[in-house]
C-alpha cells in the first residue's frame, strides 16, 4: 500500500487530546487493552524482560504489569538490565517489577528467575560504528547465551527491519518471507541475533518469535520526534530516505506481549509497524504546519528506502490504535512546550548501513 498522507483521527488538527508531562506520557504509553489483559490471562506463568531499560524496556515492563493486575492475575514481572541508570531501577519497584541488575554479555544468567516467558530486548545500535566488536558482543554473542540458558521458555525476540534490504517504495515492504539482506555491521550483527536464537529454538524446542520492528514512536525519541527537531530549530530535512513506516510504542510494546500467544518452533517472524507507507516530505511539511515553522529540505526522494509490510501483525493484532495524525500534534506540542527528549536520534535517512 503507497500512502502519502493520512487521517487526523476523525478530529480537527489540533484537537487530539495533548500529552504535556512526562508522566502522562508514560500513563498513556502503559494503559492495557482489553485484548492484552485477555492474552496475558490466557498465557499464564511469569513475565521475564530482558534489556528492560532504555527508550522501550521500562514501560513494555509496565504495561504488563498494569494488564496483569488489571486482569486479576497472580504473575510476576521481572525485569533485568545492566541499569547504568539507577533511577530506570527504582522506578520499575515502584512500579511494582522485581529488577535484577545483570550484564547479558558477561554477568551469572543462572541468577535470572525461572520466568515462562521471556521478552528480549538486549540491543546495541548507535555508536557501532568503530565499535563492530561491541556490536556483535551485545547483539549476537549475548544472544546464544540467554537462548542457551533460557531453553524451553516462550521468548519473543526483539529485532528489527533493518535486516531487510532497501526494496522499492512502490512494493509496500519486505515481507516476512523475504530473504534477509542487511546492510551494515549493525543490521548483520542483529541478523547474528536472529540466527542464534533460531539455532536454539530448534535445539531445544524453544517456542520462539522474531519481532522485526521499525519503527517506534515516543514524544521523547523517534522518527517524527527527530523531524519535529530540526524542523524547530532552522535544519533542513534529509529526503534521501524518502518514506519510512512509524508505530506508536504503546501500540508497539503491547504487540511483543500479546506475540507470547504466537511463539513457535521453528521461530515464527512478525514484521511490526504501522500500516502505512508514509512520504517523509509529508510528514515534515505537517509538522512544520503544526509548529508554526518553514521547512526546508536537502536530497531527493530515491525510489528504494528500509520498509516493511506488517499486514501480517495487523491481522493478528489489528490496526495500530494511535493513528499518525495524533502522533504528529502530540510531538509538535511537545517540542514547541520544551519537552524532555533522549537525546537519541534514529538516522534513520543512513542508507549504508553506519550507525
Keep these: 500500500m503507497f500512502i502519502y498522507g493520512l487521517y487526523k483521527d476523525g478530529t480537527e488538527w489540533g484537537k487530539s487530546s495533548m500529552i504535556t508531562t512526562v508522566e ?35 514501560t513494555l515492563a509496565r504495561l504488563a504489569k498494569r494488564a496483569i493486575d488489571r486482569a486479576g492475575s497472580k504473575q510476576q514481572v521481572y525485569a533485568a538490565a545492566r ?18 541488575k545483570l550484564d547479558v554479555v558477561h554477568g551469572d544468567l543462572s541468577q535470572l528467575p525461572p520466568a515462562e516467558n521471556v521478552i ?9 560504528t568503530g565499535q563492530e566488536y561491541r556490536t556483535w558482543a551485545v547483539n549476537t554473542y549475548a544472544a546464544g547465551r540467554v537462548g542457551e540458558a533460557l531453553k524451553g521458555r516462550r521468548t ?16 509496500g515492504g519486505s515481507l516476512e518471507e523475504d530473504k534477509p539482506d542487511p546492510i551494515g555491521e549493525y543490521a548483520q550483527s542483529c541478523l547474528g541475533r536472529e540466527r542464534l536464537f533460531e539455532y536454539m529454538a530448534r535445539c531445544y524446542n524453544t517456542p520462539t518469535l522474531m519481532f522485526r520492528l521499525n519503527y517506534a514512536i515516543d514524544l521523547r525519541y523517534g522518527v517524527l520526534c527527530d523531524l519535529a527537531q530540526q524542523i524547530w530549530t532552522g535544519q533542513t530535512v534529509d529526503l534521501s530516505m524518502g518514506h519510512v513506516n512509524v508505530i506508536w510504542q504503546g501500540d508497539a510494546n503491547e504487540r511483543a506481549l500479546r ?14 509497524t504501522g500500516p502505512e507507507t508514509l512520504s517523509v516530505r509529508w510528514l515534515a511539511e505537517e509538522l512544520a504546519e503544526r509548529l508554526g515553522r518553514t521547512v526546508t529540505f536537502t536530497g531527493e526522494e530515491q525510489p528504494t528506502a528500509l520498509l516493511s ?29 520544551g519537552g ?14 553506519a550507525f
Design 24 to 58: 502522562a506520557l508514560e500513563d498513556k504509553l502503559t494503559q492495557p487493552s482489553n485484548e492484552l489483559c485477555s492474552d496475558l490471562a490466557e498465557i499464564g506463568g511469569d513475565i521475564l524482560v530482558l534489556g528492560a531499560s532504555g527508550k522501550m524496556g521500562p
Design 83 to 100: 541499569f547504568s541508570n539507577e533511577g530506570e531501577r527504582e522506578q520499575l519497584e515502584r512500579w511494582g517489577i522485581k529488577t535484577i
Design 120 to 128: 528480549y530486548m538486549v540491543g546495541h545500535k548507535f555508536g557501532t
Design 156 to 171: 519473543v525476540v526483539f529485532s528489527t527491519g533493518n535486516v531487510y534490504p532497501l526494496t522499492p517504495v512502490k512494493r
Design 259 to 272: 506475540s507470547l500467544k504466537y511463539t513457535a518452533v521453528p521461530p515464527r517472524i512478525l514484521n511490526i
Design 309 to 337: 509490510n506488517s499486514s501480517e501483525s495487523n491481522q493478528l493484532f489489528g490496526y495500530p490504535k494511535v493513528t499518525v495524525g495524533t502522533m504528529l500534534d502530540w510531538i509538535a506540542q511537545w517540542i514547541k512546550q
Design 340 to 353: 524532555p527528549t533522549l537525546g537519541k536520534p534514529t538516522r534513520f535517512s543512513e542508507r549504508k548501513g
